[in-house]
């Protein structure tokens, strides 16, 4: 495992373009564009303020800067470097941007989600979608890029608008019996959209690409309800994680759930491997003791590795506070691989562990306790590879085979906040407050080997 | 006794002593009541008593208290103590007999009344005893009785406490559940009214909204606009087309076209799958058929019948073959049938395994406990007894020897001491080698005899197995000569006769003789040496031997074609009762059983011979 050199950041904006050929990063108002082999720079546009959203068109062609603050849109072109292109949404503000999925339209959701302007780079042609809803994920794309699904909210009544994307043309327009749309989804394969209510009330709805509505999925009734939804990449599975800590799987011939995953602090089970990472313990020197650790400060970099814990393993938990909003409980993050085997799952309330089913055998596989609360999870595109981050210097790899924890080099501390892949799964770009690294995946045949094996692995 | 109770015990006599007098309280005399006032005021004292006694009778009222005292006893049935008087003038002499008598019976009296008195005082102890037993019971189980008593309302104030604390419970769940309801209310009223001020807040925000859209946007706002170097080509390379009603239509028509695909490809993939699921019942059903049916059949034909339902099977196939199409054409009329047959294939596998289950856990339970055990009992059964055998062998085999080297050390001591005792055991040394020589001479004989019997036997068998062929063939001759020629039947009657030598009688007497004859023929040789044996040796061998030749002739006399001698179990009262048998056999028919028997076989050879002679 190699890591590059540390590059600067800032509002961890990094990501690879969508053919793997590039790195976007941005640097106050500078957008440097790598190799995203070798790492030098191809371009670098200077952007009229500081760029607070960055994203690549599909076709990785164009990247999309957005400056909030100024209520402006920067587009940049990779092959004509002298080609620009500045949309100002003036007065009306600019809290959302995002790329048609065709890579020439660019969306744009004004302040107080007054409208949807969609901008085209072909024509001179712009649209206006009104009555976009305010919410988590009000705003999809199919995959294949054909439909658009946006939640609307008229008339205090919840509606969906299904548009065409190759000409904006509403297809379908529908209400949702819901009390608060949250969020909608398209499954992968672009024939069902799952529509979840806020979480004061758990509710599923499941809609044709035609506007019908195929099923509605309540697991209970007065508690907060559903925080986090997860299609699987066969469209066969949708996972819904919700605040009573368990995450329901329905499947997507009767739209029934088939089982349902609890998250208890306690693991008792042999079958289970529960990792727990260990600090190694530093070479006794003149350090006080008990070692000074801040607790949000830096981690000194210490190593540590994975030891499988006898069971049963009780897990950290955490005492939400009942009387805030959003307390810290329940199911807030779960993410399916690539190959539809496993489901990543963190229990907000047991913040330093992430849980990973065997979705073929409909139990849990395994459990990692990291040392601290669990930032961020993705899994590799190609391989069943999880990737963890903690916001320490460290990076987590969790396979079949087995689990490492790599602490990244370099002088002073690397804090990984955040991490994305590269869509080959052979790297991967370790995002922290101001810096980012590449972490190179490809490996020797000594340094397979020892990833295969369960422990650790610096 | 009565004296000695007296000296002993003072008080009890005294005591005896009031109670006579409590028998003559009736009389009322002056004397008797002073006597109970002062018996009453002092009792311990005899001496006093005495003292009393002696004071009943003074110089003076001698008279007085004698003709007092005959009162007293003619009142209580005694002879009078005065003499009969023979004048009325006469005075009455004091007659010493019958006062003596008086006293003699008074005192047997008094010895029985204390000896009752005892009896009584016994008794008296041992009800009181049993009295105070019978209280202390009494105590102890009103003790009892009270303890349970109060364990009783003990028990009754934890159930009412407990029934209390129920109700308590029960009211607190009611409670709790009234709350819970009152919650849900809350929450539910809550809710709507969230909801309905959420409404107004939205609609007063869209109100804004809507206001803020009006101000914002429909002016015109030159700053909303887009500075682009120049258009860019779209991807598809195509230009962008009008919206039309057309390309409406076209749109919807895509998407029902994306949606129609994937329910295509749903379908065909739940094709799939029914047609795997349906492979899979199907080859399930042929296994078990086909594991099922010989099993049904006892195992010996399983082989013939494994080839029957192969064939069966083949069948089947050849049949379902031909239906294989219709199957994948519409499921829903073979399913039912399929599903059924499974079932029920399902059932008796189900119920076959069952069944092996519950004989393998029966040959766990039982294999250990019953069968195996039995027969290691049985076992050990028999190695006991064989050991037990093997020492009884060895004890006798002991003693043989002791008496052998006996003998021996007889034979060859030293001079002086074989001069000493020769001149004591020559006679017995004599008598000895006597026994010895006739003991060889008797083995040998037995053996010989032995020898003789086993083939006699054998030969008997043949013989027997000849006469009786020859006794059909000679009833078919003779049926036939019946009805053929009477002459030539009375002719081979003759014969016959003439051939069996030893009695020229009818052949139906042959018969039942020759029969009779069998049982006693066969062990005919020992007789004479099995009592000889008997008498020189009670050891063992010789008679099991004995009866092993025994039992080997009595089998032939029961079935002359089996020949193996087996030793049979040689149990000593069986031994005795053959030897009583065979005596008796002996005495009954004494005389020359050889010779009949001989006289038999030589019958059954010619015949044979006969046999041969004849068509």
Redesign the interface.
């Known amino acids: 495992m190699n890591f590059s050199e540390v590059f600067k950041l800032s509002s961890l904006l990094c990501k690879f373009s969508p053919d793997g050929k590039y790195l976007a990063s941005c640097v106050q108002y500078r957008l440097v564009v790598r190799d995203a082999s070798t790492l030098q720079i191809l371009q670098l546009y200077t952007c009229l303020d500081q760029i607070q959203h960055l994203e690549w068109s599909a076709d990785s062609l164009f990247i999309l800067c957005a400056l909030y603050k100024r209520g402006l849109v920067q587009v940049w072109s990779l092959e004509q470097p002298e080609w620009h292109c500045k949309i100002d949404e003036g007065s009306a503000g600019l809290v959302a941007s995002c790329w048609g999925p065709d890579g020439r339209h660019i969306l744009n959701t004004t302040e107080f989600h007054l409208r949807i302007t969609v901008w085209s780079l072909c024509t001179k042609s712009v649209s206006y979608i009104k009555y976009p809803k305010a919410c988590q994920q009000g705003i999809t794309f199919t995959r294949d890029g054909r439909y658009l699904a946006l939640a609307e909210r008229r008339d205090c009544r919840d509606y969906v608008s299904i548009f065409v994307c190759s000409d904006w043309q509403l297809l379908r327009h529908f209400d949702t019996d819901t009390q608060d749309l949250a969020g909608i989804e398209w499954a992968p394969n672009g024939c069902v959209l799952a529509v979840w209510d806020s979480c004061l009330e758990y509710k599923v709805l499941l809609y044709s690409l035609d506007g019908r509505l195929l099923s509605a999925f309540c697991a209970y009734e007065w508690s907060l309800g559903i925080k986090a939804v997860a299609w699987s990449p066969s469209s066969q599975f949708l996972a819904i994680g919700s605040y009573d800590g368990k995450v329901r799987i329905l499947n997507h011939v009767t739209w029934k759930m088939i089982t349902e995953f609890g998250h208890p602090a306690t693991v008792n089970n042999p079958k289970i491997v529960v990792y727990k990472e260990a600090e190694k313990s530093p070479p006794l020197g003149h350090l006080a003791f008990p070692p000074p650790r801040a607790v949000a400060g830096p981690l000194t970099s210490s190593e540590s590795k994975y030891e499988i814990a006898s069971m049963p393993v009780s897990l950290q938990t955490l005492k939400p506070a009942a009387d805030r909003a959003n307390p810290r409980i329940g199911v807030g993050a779960l993410a399916f691989s690539p190959d539809n085997y496993f489901l990543a799952t963190r229990n907000d309330s047991i913040p330093n562990a992430v849980w990973i089913w065997d979705i073929r055998k409909l139990r849990l596989l395994a459990v990692l306790e990291q040392l601290c609360a669990v930032r961020a999870f993705q899994w590799g595109p190609q391989q069943p590879r999880l990737a963890i981050c903690t916001g320490g210097s460290k990076v987590y790899l969790w396979s079949p085979a087995g689990c490492v924890s790599v602490q990244v080099p370099g002088e002073g501390d690397f804090q990984v906040l955040s991490l994305c892949w590269h869509p080959s799964g052979d790297s991967l770009a370790l995002l922290s407050k101001d810096h980012f690294c590449l972490c190179f995946l490809e490996m020797e045949e000594g340094v397979h080997t020892a990833f295969g094996q369960r422990g650790d692995c610096t | 006794m009565g004296d000695w109770m007296t000296v002993t015990d003072p008080g009890l006599s005294a005591e005896s002593k009031t109670i006579s007098q409590y028998t003559s309280e009736t009389k009322m005399s002056p004397s008797s009541l002073y006597s109970q006032q002062v018996l009453c005021s002092s009792i311990p004292l005899s001496k006093n008593v005495h003292s009393y006694f002696s004071a009943f009778c003074t110089e003076e009222n001698i008279e007085q208290s004698i003709s007092y005292l005959d009162q007293e006893l003619t009142t209580f049935g005694f002879p009078s103590l005065y003499e009969e008087s023979k004048g009325k003038e006469t005075k009455r002499e004091l007659n010493i007999v019958a006062v003596l008598n008086c006293m003699n019976e008074l005192l047997v009296l008094q010895r029985k009344n204390l000896l009752a008195q005892e009896n009584v005082e016994t008794q008296n102890l041992k009800l009181g005893s049993d009295m105070d037993h019978l209280q202390n019971c009494y105590a102890k189980l009103k003790e009892q009785l009270e303890t349970s008593r109060r364990e009783m309302i003990g028990l009754q104030e934890r159930d009412r406490q407990l029934q209390c604390k129920n109700r308590n419970l029960h009211q607190l769940l009611k409670n709790e559940k009234d709350e819970v309801q009152k919650l849900?209310n809350i929450?539910a009223s809550r809710?709507t009214q969230y909801?309905h001020d959420?409404?107004r807040k939205?609609?007063e925000y869209?109100k804004l909204?809507e206001r803020?859209?009006q101000l914002?946007?429909n002016k015109k706002?030159?700053?909303?606009?887009?500075?682009?170097?120049?258009?860019?080509?779209?991807?598809d390379g195509k230009r962008?087309?009008w919206?039309t009603g057309k390309?409406?239509a076209r749109?919807?028509d895509?998407?029902?076209k994306?949606?129609l695909n994937?329910y295509e490809y749903r379908q065909k993939q739940i094709l799939m799958e029914n047609a795997e699921l349906k492979k899979v019942l199907q080859q399930m059903k042929k296994e078990m058929i086909s594991l099922l049916s010989p099993q049904k059949q006892k195992p010996r034909e399983r082989a013939d019948d494994s080839t029957g339902t192969v064939i069966s099977d083949v069948e089947e196939d050849a049949g379902e073959l031909s239906r294989e199409s219709i199957w994948d054409l519409s499921c829903e009329t073979v399913r039912e049938q399929l599903t059924n047959s499974i079932r029920k294939q399902w059932r008796i596998l189900k119920s076959h395994v069952e069944k092996l289950d519950n004989q393998v856990s029966k040959v766990h339970l039982e294999g250990f406990n019953d069968e195996d055990v039995i027969s290691r009992q049985d076992h050990e059964q028999e190695t006991e007894k064989l050991e037990l055998e093997i020492q009884q062998c060895k004890e006798m085999i002991k003693t043989q020897q002791q008496l052998l080297q006996q003998q021996l050390a007889t034979a060859c001591d030293d001079d002086t001491t074989s001069l000493l005792r020769d001149c004591y055991l020559l006679e017995e040394k004599e008598r000895l080698k006597e026994e010895w020589s006739l003991f060889k001479e008797q083995k040998k004989n037995f053996e010989k005899e032995r020898r003789s019997f086993t083939e006699a036997a054998i030969r008997l068998g043949l013989e027997r197995k000849a006469f009786e062929e020859e006794r059909a063939s000679w009833l078919k001759q003779q049926f036939l000569n019946m009805t053929t020629f009477d002459h030539q039947n009375s002719e081979n009657v003759k014969l016959f006769s003439a051939f069996s030598g030893s009695s020229d009688r009818d052949t139906p007497t042959l018969h039942s003789r020759s029969r009779q004859k069998k049982p006693h023929g066969v062990p005919s040789g020992s007789p004479v040496c099995t009592s000889k044996l008997t008498k020189s040796l009670p050891a063992s061998p010789s008679t099991s031997d004995f009866c092993q030749t025994r039992s080997c002739a009595s089998e032939h006399s029961s079935s002359i074609s089996v020949l193996n001698i087996t030793p049979e179990e040689t149990k000593p009262n069986q031994v005795g009762r053959e030897c009583a048998h065979q005596k008796w056999s002996m005495s009954s028919r004494p005389g020359s059983q050889e010779v009949c028997y001989s006289g038999c076989s030589s019958t059954y050879t010619n015949s044979h011979v006969e046999k041969d002679d004849l068509p």
């Open positions: 849900q929450i809710a909801n959420m409404k939205e609609r869209n909204k803020l859209h914002v946007m706002d030159k700053k909303i606009a887009m500075e682009v170097l120049n258009y860019v080509g779209r991807v962008g087309s919206r390309t409406e749109n919807e895509e998407m029902y994306i949606l994937d």
